[in-house]
């Protein structure tokens, strides 16, 4: 029992006295252990590797995406960060009008209005003439000979 839990073998070696020693002493044993610990070293770089190709990436495809938004958003307009924001999306994001029309739908669809509302008493008079209310002069008017 002493032997059993005491030993420094490399990882996948049998703990058992005889059994640990003789391959510990093996040419094929001692390459085992030297392999495990250079695995560990080598996993770590290629994980490092993938981090750092995988931000690369990300810093490729975000550096233009920042610039173009930020472009868009110093313009001048009188309309508030949102909805210049929702505009950014619609004209330079690549499906983005169809991404808020969806979003518009959804939304719209959950917050309609209530159906029915106040009446019209009478249609709007739209593309007639208005009929003239102010007092202004006639063109027969002279309007020097008025006193202050």
């Known amino acids: 029992m002493d032997g059993l839990g005491s ?3 490399a990882p996948g070696v049998s703990d058992l006295p005889g059994v ?7 040419p094929l044993g001692r390459r085992a252990a030297r392999r495990e610990r ?5 996993a770590r ?18 550096v233009p995406t920042l610039v173009s938004y930020t ?6 307009t009188s309309m508030t960060f949102s909805e210049r924001s929702t505009e950014w999306v619609r004209a330079d994001v690549p499906f983005g009008n169809w991404l808020v029309d969806e979003i518009e739908h959804i939304y719209y669809t959950e917050n309609a ?5 106040p009446q ?6 739209v593309g007639l003439p ?7 002069p006639s063109a027969g008017v002279n309007l020097s000979s008025h006193k202050k």
């Open 7 to 9: 030993s420094s073998s």
């Open 20 to 26: 640990a020693d003789s391959l510990r002493a093996s």
């Open 38 to 42: 250079r695995r560990e070293p080598a």
């Open 45 to 62: 770089r290629r994980r490092r590797r993938w981090r750092l190709f995988v931000g690369a990436v990300v810093l490729v495809l975000a």
């Open 71 to 76: 472009s868009y958003m110093l313009e001048p």
């Open 113 to 117: 209005p209530k159906k029915g509302g």
């Open 120 to 125: 019209l008493k009478r249609l709007p008079s």
């Open 130 to 136: 208005q009929p003239i209310t102010s007092q202004t």
